[in-house]
């Protein structure tokens, strides 16, 4: 129910009457009002506790101190937050808790960023008034990846213990012994590598004193000697805000503030997964390739070597031989001047990137179902929610923080939680139901939900009549998938079908999650079609907590496709074959644009390999790791003409390249990333570069100008404005308005105030439209030859290719590298065991893995991740295409264990 003026009650806090909601507590009051109120154990992230005891107030009738922290206020209460009884109880408690605390602050790494030394010193608590026995005799522990543990410090708050079960679901600390001997530590007092520590850090973020801190930080700075600079995360497509800590041109440490839009809260990757920017392997000079080798050479000649031979290749065989791969890790601004420059100066729509292997099927699939690809919700709608289905969508690894939102609607919310994934993964564990389908039978599964919706009258009526059209023919199909039969096509027990298509469709208020389980088939339309279906079937659209939610795998993989980086759109999806489209992109730009719809990532790589592309530049993209087949790819790559590379690493793909360009990080240029709820937010630079390396604008631009153009600008700031001017869905957009917390697409003009809920009232294409959707199985299965099923993934504490993430000391000691998973049962079969070496055989190659022997995986079905260059998943993979999405089939296809 929501909250109206009539809700609200008068209290009066320190002689002033104010008007509160209901359920608001004393803190939360003050801290609205700017009345400072200590506190040590209290975190917003987390439940009250009122451990500590120290933001004690004076309650009008009450007989003792209240806990400001844990107390609702009520009508008519009169509190007092600082009287001489409240002040002299605070420094007792402070005194208390320095008795048992060492008194070496001038040399704690948290000297300056300790709440219990800013309440010393507020409260004038100069040394310890109580002598008890002698301090914890606890040693430090150093030898854990990223957390430094200094027990001696721990004035057992609880925070940490709290915000690993409350919030992360962790569970991996907890309190030991009792009384004065009582600690927080690991079960047995064991290494944080040997417990179910995520490594998020979030306990080194809520601990107020210096008891857990950042291991690599140690002795490299004080927090006052620290520029700090507010960016946004270069990981995933969550968005999370960072604060960024620099001294000597080194990022230090990183941060994200409690009123960020992720809450303060991060994951391993966007908290420890920084030294790549500083890495010594960063390429600092343009490199020729002269013979095997690279040497260093000028700028000056790099560009006009590149524009020499891009020239030669047009004039020779026409534009369409020169294709170009933008990149989902640059920003707005250089995916705009990267589609341009392909466009307008090379004069081809050959522009594809990363967004092909993950979520053409999004783009395509909403787009002809609602008239928009892109996530209908906001991220903090998923909490609203009654029900949340999440299909092939690993959250809590591959979205952490999203996952955060999932674990909390569901586990402190009342939220229902259907699961649909093969393997199991963390969010099962607290699933009210899991359906383990049997890889590439999403659609059946889905049909089944509907078929049991319409069967059993759960269906709404009156938004199918007023808001969608074609029902009647999605109606006809349904009645063929009872989930007797679709048990028989997917192994998904019919009983708890019917179980989790009543939570959904019941539900006030349900959301579907998915991502590249859903996308990465040559069915992938298709799938995501028919999550389209359910959720107009049920109503659930155009309101906060319900939605078709896609989470975009990359930090700017929405953008980059808003952008226009694809062949067959321009920046805000204004289409090619459109001659109004063209004729008004073409003015803007001055030129006359290519008609025909260009060629996307997998066609480029069979085009460089019959030899009809014969130049390729590619910025930010490792397709050596990242497409299927890489086999093939390497084949194609190496029998170019002139192939060029911009990245800010020597990577598997850049060591084919005859010329390779240096680039900059997200922390050394400013610009703009769009994450997956839409919203487009700053990144800034924090750090100068290394060597001569330029932001990818810069030499796009550069490259531009050698090649015959005036492409010009000063800033950033420009190129968004140039993009505001001929993109409808940011026309409102500016570096001004996105300043603090960004806006969310569609923003049409300068007053507008962006859309955090899409489709309200109307979709975009007028009615929803449905289409029936029949299951057609993957394009290769298990066979005698080739019996199990292979699909491949992403691991929390790694990120796409690597390339960012194993620059990172440590990253790779918490979590598997290079291991294939496999069943106990299959283990069993091939008397394997958890370590020895695997050779996993397909019809494209072979590799060697780890095994990794765990019941995540069900029998017949060997799971991968595809980061490591020990064991490239993607040698295996099949480059079999969906029909409409040229998305390759990643999640499916036939294997052996040789």
Not at 402 to 426: F, Y
Not at 447 to 461: F, P, Q
Not at 883 to 897: N, S
Request: proline share 6%.
């Amino acid at each position: 129910m929501s909250k109206t003026a009539t809700d609200k009650f008068t209290v009066n806090i320190n002689g002033e009457d104010h008007k509160v909601e209901p359920k608001t507590t004393i803190l939360d009051l003050a801290d609205d009002l700017g009345i400072k109120i200590p506190t040590l154990c209290h975190d917003p992230r987390l439940k009250p506790f009122g451990a500590c005891r120290l933001c004690l107030v004076e309650l009008e009738g009450a007989r003792n101190p209240v806990p400001a922290c844990a107390t609702i206020l009520g009508p008519k209460m009169v509190i007092k937050t600082d009287t001489e009884r409240i002040h002299a109880i605070r420094k007792t408690i402070i005194g208390l808790l320095l008795s048992d605390h060492p008194s070496d602050c001038l040399t704690c790494d948290t000297c300056g960023d300790c709440r219990l030394q800013e309440y010393a010193y507020e409260y004038g608590v100069r040394e310890a008034d109580f002598k008890g026995g002698e301090l914890h005799p606890v040693r430090p522990q150093e030898s854990d990846p990223f957390i430094g543990r200094d027990m001696s410090k721990c004035i057992l708050c609880g925070r940490c213990v709290r915000i690993c079960d409350e919030v992360e679901a962790a569970f991996a600390i907890d309190w030991t012994y009792r009384g004065f001997e009582t600690q927080v530590n690991t079960p047995y007092g064991e290494s944080l590598l040997d417990t179910t520590c995520e490594f998020c850090g979030l306990c080194v973020s809520t601990c107020p004193v210096g008891a857990l801190t950042e291991a690599r930080s140690k002795g490299k700075h004080r927090v006052w000697e620290a520029k700090k600079t507010l960016t946004t995360c270069p990981y995933c497509g969550t968005g999370c805000e960072l604060e960024l800590h620099v001294k000597d041109n080194q990022i230090t440490k990183v941060k994200s503030r409690p009123d960020s839009l992720n809450h303060g809260n991060l994951c391993v990757k966007g908290k420890f997964g920084y030294d790549f920017v500083n890495s010594p392997e960063r390429l600092k000079k343009p490199l020729l390739k002269k013979g095997t080798d690279f040497v260093e050479i000028e700028w000056e000649e790099a560009l006009g070597l590149m524009a020499k031979k891009f020239a030669k290749i047009k004039s020779e065989n026409g534009p369409d031989a020169i294709a170009g791969l933008s990149s989902a890790k640059c920003s707005n601004e250089e995916n705009y001047l990267f589609q341009k420059l392909m466009r307008s100066v090379i004069g081809t729509n050959n522009v594809d990137h990363c967004a092909r292997l993950c979520h053409a099927s999004t783009v395509a699939g909403l787009a002809i179902s609602f008239g928009s690809g892109a996530m209908t919700n906001s991220i903090d709608d998923i909490e609203d929610a009654g029900a949340i289905l999440v299909i092939g969508s690993n959250t809590t690894e591959a979205h952490p923080i999203i996952g955060l939102g999932v674990l909390k609607a569901a586990r402190e919310k009342g939220a229902k939680l259907i699961v649909i994934d093969p393997r199991g993964i963390k969010l099962t564990k607290f699933a009210d139901v899991w359906l383990p389908q049997k890889p590439g039978t999403d659609v059946a599964v889905l049909n089944g939900l509907m078929h049991v919706i319409m069967e059993e009258g759960l269906a709404d009526k009156d938004f199918i009549k007023e808001r969608t059209e074609d029902f009647e023919a999605l109606e006809k199909l349904l009645p063929e998938y009872t989930p007797e039969k679709v048990e028989e096509i997917s192994g998904v027990p019919a009983d708890d079908l019917r179980l989790a298509a009543r939570m959904y469709a019941e539900a006030d208020a349900a959301s579907v999650i998915y991502s590249m389980g859903i996308t990465q088939h040559t069915t992938g339309v298709d799938n995501v079609k028919s999550i389209a279906n359910l959720a107009m079937l049920t109503g659930n659209l155009g309101r906060r907590g319900t939605g078709v939610n896609p989470l975009r795998g990359q930090n700017n993989v929405q953008g980059a496709c808003d952008m226009g980086a694809l062949p067959n759109v321009y920046p805000g999806y204004q289409k090619v074959a459109e001659e109004a489209s063209r004729d008004k992109l073409g003015k803007a730009w001055g030129c006359s644009l290519p008609d025909s719809t260009g060629l996307t990532v997998v066609e480029i790589m069979n085009a460089a390999a019959d030899g009809s592309v014969k130049g390729l530049y590619i910025m930010g993209e490792n397709p050596m790791l990242s497409d299927p087949d890489v086999g093939h790819v390497e084949e194609a790559l190496e029998n170019l003409d002139f192939f060029v590379v911009q990245d800010i690493f020597l990577t598997e793909t850049a060591a084919l390249a005859d010329l390779v360009l240096p680039g900059q990080t997200f922390a050394e240029k400013d610009g703009t990333f769009t994450s997956t709820e839409r919203r487009v937010q700053r990144i800034r630079k924090a750090i100068k570069p290394p060597g001569e390396a330029r932001s990818d604008w810069q030499i796009i631009t550069d490259v531009a100008n050698a090649m015959g153009d005036d492409m010009a600008y000063n800033s950033p700031s420009e190129i968004m404005d140039e993009i505001a001017s001929v993109t409808p869905s940011y026309g409102g957009m500016s570096f001004e308005r996105i300043d603090k917390v960004g806006l969310q697409w569609p923003c049409p003009d300068k007053d507008h105030p962006g859309t955090p809920v899409l489709h309200v009232g109307k979709f975009k294409r007028g009615l929803g439209k449905f289409h029936p959707v029949n299951f057609k199985p993957p394009a290769e299965e298990p066979d005698a030859e080739y019996p199990m099923i292979l699909t491949t993934g992403r691991l929390l504490n790694q990120f796409h290719t690597g390339t960012m993430t194993r620059k990172t000391e440590g990253m790779d000691e918490v979590g598997p590298i290079a291991s294939a998973e496999i069943s106990p049962k299959d283990a069993k079969k091939h008397n394997l065991k958890t370590g020895d070496k695997v050779k996993l055989v397909t019809r494209r190659g072979e590799i060697e893995a780890n095994a990794l022997v765990t019941d995540k995986s069900r029998p017949g079905i060997i799971f991968m991740p595809f980061h490591f260059h020990e064991a490239p998943a993607n040698r295996l993979t099949n480059p079999a295409l969906d029909p409409i999405a040229k998305i390759p089939e990643f999640k499916v296809c036939a294997v052996r264990i040789k």
